[in-house]
C-alpha cells in the first residue's frame, strides 16, 4: 500500500531514468495518466498508455533520452504532500529553473502546468515541480 501515489510515479521515474529503462510501469490512476500527459505534452517523455489489466490498470511509460543517453528529466520533485498541502493563486505560481521546467498544478479546471494556469488565470495545488 502506498500512502502517497503520486510520490511514488516520481520515484519510479527518476529511478527508471537513473538507470537508463526506456519504460517504466506503474498502478494507474486518472491523476496519474494526466501527469503523463502533462509531462508528454511538454516533452518531457515520449509517450504514455494504460493497459486493460485486472483488477488494476497499468500506466506505461515510455522515458526520452537526448544524445549520449542523457535523461530529458533531470530533476523531478514532489511539491505538495499529504501531510502539507501547498497552493498558490494564479499570481503566485512560482517560476521552475527561470522557466526551463514545470509546475503541474490540480486546479478546478483539471491539471494543468503553471503556464497554462497563469493564461487562465486560475489557482490550485501545486503537485509536483519537473526540470
Not at 516520481?10 to 494526466?34: D, E, F
Not at 511539491?79 to 503566485?92: F, K, L
Amino acid at each position: 500500500m502506498v500512502n502517497d501515489p503520486i510520490a511514488d510515479m516520481l520515484t519510479r521515474i527518476r529511478n527508471a531514468s537513473l538507470v537508463k529503462h526506456s519504460q517504466v510501469v506503474m498502478p494507474s490512476s486518472k491523476v496519474k495518466a494526466g501527469i503523463a500527459k502533462i509531462l508528454t505534452e511538454e516533452g518531457f517523455i515520449k509517450g504514455y498508455s494504460v493497459t486493460d489489466d485486472q483488477p488494476q490498470p497499468k500506466l506505461v511509460l515510455q522515458l526520452k533520452y537526448a544524445g549520449r543517453g542523457k535523461s530529458v528529466i533531470t530533476g523531478l520533485e514532489r511539491v505538495s504532500r499529504p501531510g502539507r498541502r501547498i497552493y498558490a493563486g494564479y499570481r503566485e505560481v512560482p517560476w521552475v529553473r527561470s522557466g526551463l521546467g514545470i509546475n503541474i498544478l490540480s486546479t478546478p479546471r483539471g491539471l494543468m502546468t503553471g503556464r497554462q494556469a497563469k493564461r487562465a488565470k486560475v489557482g490550485g495545488e501545486i503537485l509536483c515541480t519537473v526540470w
